[in-house]
Each structure stands twice: as C-alpha cells, then as structure tokens.
C-alpha cells in the first residue's frame, strides 16, 4: 500500500495482504488478530487504512484515531460529522493512566424553555448543539500526537474532494435520510445529487467539507471555533432562526477529564464521564457483579434477563438523577456505591420481570447516529473514539459542508 495506492485520493476497494506488523481490520479474519506495532478497528475499510497509514508513519493511537475518525466524518457523514459531538478513552500505554476527554457541545445560550414550549425539534437548525468533535480531535494530537494535524487529515481531505464509492449501507441510510436533507438545500445539494440518494457505487464528493478540512488542517481548531467557518455557523444561524452563536462557539472548549471506574470480578472499568451516560455501564456492572452469570452460560435467557433488568434499573436512576453537572447536583458517589448496587439488585427476580422501577422510557426521536473506531500503537496506547449526530438536525452549513 504505497503512494500509488492513494492515486486520485482514492485507496482501492482490493490490494495485496497488510504489512505483517500491523493488523488491518478491511481483511476480516477467523483466528485473533495480533500485531506488535499497532491494530485498527473501524466500521469502513478507508478509516481503517488511513489510521494504520499514520502508525505506518510513525504516528500514535491518538493520530491514527483523529485520521480515521476525520475520513469516518466524510465517508458515513450520517453517522457523526464536524457539526457533532466525540468522547474518547486513551489508555497511555507508557504509564497506565487512563484519561477521558469528553468533546460534547452543550445547548447554545440563547436555548431557553420558553422557545420550546411545544418541545425541543427533532430536526432543523433549533435542534442543533455546539459541534465538539473538532475540538476534541485537536486536543487529542496537541496532547499525545506526534504527527501534524496537516498530516493528519490529508486523507479525510482527499477523499471528500475528489469522492469515494457509496457503499450499499450508505446508500440505503441516504435514500432514508433523503426527506430530511431535502428540507435544507445545502444538505440536499451534496446528499441528493440530481434529486436523489445516491446509488452503490455512484461517486459522492464533498468539497465544501475538503475545504473546511483544510482549513482546520492548517490553522486548528481557532479556524473553527473563532475563525472563518465559526463566522460561517453563527451567521447561518441568525438568518435562518437557529440558536448557534459566536460566543457560543469561541467560548468552547472540549474537557480533559478523569473517568469513572469500577471493579468488575478482578477488571477496572472505565467509562467516560458526565455528560456521557457511560456510567449506567459501571453501575449496571456493579448490580450483576451479583449474579454467577457465567454460570448461567453467555447468552441464555436467564443471564440476559438479569442484566435487562439491571439495565431497566439504571435507565429508572438515569432519568430520575442525572443531567448537566453544571447545573444539577448529580448523587455518582451513591450511584456507583456497592451499597446501591445490592439495594438494586436485591429487587431483581431472577424468573419474571420485576414492577416498573420508575421512569426507564428511552429518549425521543430515532438517534443512533453513532460510530467508533480503536486504535493502538506499538508503545501500548490505545484509544477508544466515538463521535454522533445523533439524530441529526438535517442541516449543512451553507459553503462548508458541515453538519450540524
């Protein structure tokens, strides 16, 4: 795989075996996959190779996650985009700290309940949150890359100016998304060429994204949140009623922060904290840590009984508890206790569903618009990235190709 692998931006669909010091997820294998100087998990092949392009390079996990993340950004957009949100987990391998950094935009100022007596909109520009995707990309690599960020998103770049191949998946996620970019024309101009999805195979090329990827590449996130394309989103979204200001975006910046963790049967847990909901993971853990599911065998009706009950428990503390610690005094300490754990589960009966245990329903709306990839190097660092739409507001940015 080299230089003329990426000739017009675009890698092949079919090339020879990987380097054997790098595993690459695009060529699936029955046995465990092993590698002594990095290994890549993304959902698409192009993600794949453009992180272990970076390890190849001599970059870190945190580079070849940001370079796959960015192509991930570009070539399934309806899954998270620079207009949405990314946590990660980095596990440094050089000291065995665990560090989060949580990249989630929080409501524009101008949000107040009385603009949303009828309830917060699925779709459209009301709908959309501070992107913080970018941010967290560019913390990441000033804190634990070694390669440029230029070098970083070249092939995020390449394939949104000059197009890559549409996959069947996305295909079919465009043609079901097709009403609601056609409510925006910038969505609809890049996401319904011609007046419809695109077919497998067909084309799609992004260039207002290459560009603003090339800005980011050459300025960082200031390009972003104070620059050209900041000007771009808050004056977008006077003009068309939405909420996103300046001040609402030269004012963010993503958080590097502690996880939360929890014993389990000899392994430490972590989980991204507030405003993640990963620590229904440690406190549902904590509740089956309880139970000989091992015993009842992976996958019975019994064992996944126990744990849908923990989860509908959790869910229950969820909404009763939680929200923005900035604002709510979130009880984690009890949460995640032992004590609460047994309380919890001392409720559970192992052969029926057990009375409702409060408010467990699921947010509104479709979401999850969601993806993540894994990277690790050879000094023992692994990255564990998200990043999410969610629903999606439907809106591009007009000139940037930037999703919000």
């Known amino acids: 795989m080299g230089d003329a692998s990426r000739a017009g931006g675009i890698h092949p669909l079919t090339a020879g075996p990987p380097h054997p010091e790098y595993h690459d997820a695009a060529y699936p294998r029955q046995e465990e996959p092993l590698a002594r100087r990095g290994i890549v998990a993304s959902p698409h092949h192009l993600a794949t190779r453009a992180a272990l392009d970076m390890l190849r390079a001599g970059g870190s996990a945190l580079d070849a996650a940001v370079a796959g993340a960015a192509v991930l950004a570009v070539v399934e957009p309806n899954m998270g985009q620079l207009g949405g949100d990314a946590f990660m987990l980095i596990f440094l391998g050089s000291t065995g700290r665990v560090v989060a950094i949580n990249a989630n935009g929080p409501a524009p100022r101008g949000a107040r309940p009385e603009l949303f007596s009828s309830g917060i909109p699925a779709t459209g520009l009301r709908s959309a949150t501070v992107p913080g995707v970018v941010s967290g990309w560019c913390t990441a690599v000033s804190l634990y890359g070694k390669c440029t960020l230029n070098q970083i998103l070249q092939p995020a770049i390449e394939y949104a100016a000059d197009g890559f191949p549409v996959p069947p998946r996305l295909s079919r996620e465009l043609e079901r998304l097709a009403p609601l970019y056609a409510a925006c024309p910038a969505s609809a101009e890049i996401f319904l060429p011609d007046g419809a999805s695109p077919r497998p195979g067909q084309v799609l090329i992004q260039r207002d994204l290459a560009r603003s990827l090339g800005i980011i590449a050459d300025s960082g996130a200031d390009a972003f949140y104070r620059g050209d394309i900041a ?53 549902a853990l904590n509740i089956v840590e309880g139970f000989d599911l091992a015993g009842l065998g992976g996958g019975s009706a019994e064992a996944v009984h126990l744990l849908v009950e923990a989860c509908r428990l959790v869910a229950s503390d969820r909404e009763r508890h939680v929200g923005d610690p900035r604002f709510v005094a979130v009880p984690l300490e009890r949460l995640l206790s032992r004590e609460h754990a047994a309380a919890q589960r001392s409720v559970i009966h192992p052969d029926r569903v057990a009375a409702e245990p409060g408010t467990d329903r699921a947010p509104e709306g479709d979401g999850g618009e969601t993806t993540c990839l894994v990277a690790a190097d050879g000094e023992g660092t692994v990255v564990a990235y998200i990043h999410s739409l969610f629903a999606g507001s439907g809106v591009t940015v007009p000139g940037t190709g930037i999703l919000l």
């Open 231 to 283: 000007r771009a989103i808050s004056r977008y979204a006077a003009e068309d009623g939405g909420l996103l200001a300046r001040e609402d975006l030269t004012d963010f910046r993503c958080e590097v922060q502690t996880p939360l963790s929890t014993e389990y049967r000899g392994s430490r847990i972590n989980v991204n904290p507030l405003m993640s909901p990963g620590f229904g993971v440690l406190q």
